[in-house]
């Protein structure tokens, strides 16, 4: 089956600088990458995400880059705010599955 | 999202019983999901179900069993079997949409199950 790997596990910047968490995955049939950003004790609230025929997507201070030949992905978050501080998930799916396996996880904490 | 209505929030279970955890969507989404959370891991596929009636084994199926009875209800028994029931579980849903065409999931609020 698919396995995701997600560095780093955490992550402190200052705010308004750039954060980086970044993903691989083992199966070169995922097709579909999403990430969700977690706040404390609340759901997962999906932020981003892109599919395997497109090589960037963005959206505002949000990118999400994929390298299908290296199979990785990574999220990039510019101009980082107090309030982007939450666990950051990335995910890998197969279309014909239409499963999730997700990423262990990424705390990014800004520091004001 | 407010489609999706999980309960309890907080649920405690006592040796050797069965409890079950609610999952509504009035999302008309074709697709559920059970995930279960542990602190430092990410999250963990229980079972899903793509169509009433029908639902399949995940990663981590044992101790756990569902039913999909209705489209919109998909509920989760944590059986006396599951020995370390302690996490936090998470209900999504999603559309199906093509073959090879992956849609959002969407998560409900979660419930958090300790052992008593």
């Known amino acids: 089956g698919e396995n995701v790997e997600q560095h780093p596990s955490t992550l402190s910047v200052q705010e308004g600088d750039s954060a980086v968490i970044k993903c691989t995955y083992s199966?070169?049939?995922?097709?579909?990458f999403p990430w969700y950003k977690q706040e404390l004790g609340k759901r997962p609230q999906l932020i981003i995400d892109i599919r395997s025929n497109v090589g960037e997507k963005k959206d505002q201070r949000i990118a999400v880059t994929l390298n299908k030949t290296a199979k990785h992905f990574s999220l990039h978050i510019t101009e980082t705010q107090p309030e982007d501080s939450a666990v950051y998930f990335c995910a890998a799916s197969m279309g014909s599955a239409r499963q999730l396996t997700f990423g262990s996880g990424t705390q990014l904490t800004v520091l004001p | 999202d407010g489609g999706i209505t999980q309960s309890p929030k907080y649920l405690f279970r006592k040796e050797g019983q069965n409890v079950t955890l609610s999952c509504e969507q009035n999302?008309?989404?074709?697709?559920m999901y059970w995930y279960r959370q542990d602190p430092g891991q990410g999250l963990r596929l229980i079972y899903y179900?793509?169509?009433?009636?029908?639902?399949q084994k995940g990663d981590i199926a044992e101790g756990y069993s569902v039913s999909r009875e209705k489209k919109e209800s998909f509920p989760l028994t944590v059986t006396s079997a599951q020995k370390n029931p302690t996490a936090f579980y998470l209900c999504?849903?999603?559309?199906?949409?093509?073959?090879?065409?992956?849609?959002?999931?969407?998560f409900g609020d979660g419930t958090r199950l300790s052992i008593l």
């Open positions: 999302l008309n989404h074709d697709a």
């Open positions: 199966d070169s049939a995922s097709n579909y």
């Open positions: 999504a849903s999603s559309i199906l949409a093509a073959p090879n065409s992956n849609q959002p999931q969407h």
């Open positions: 179900s793509q169509i009433v009636n029908d639902f």
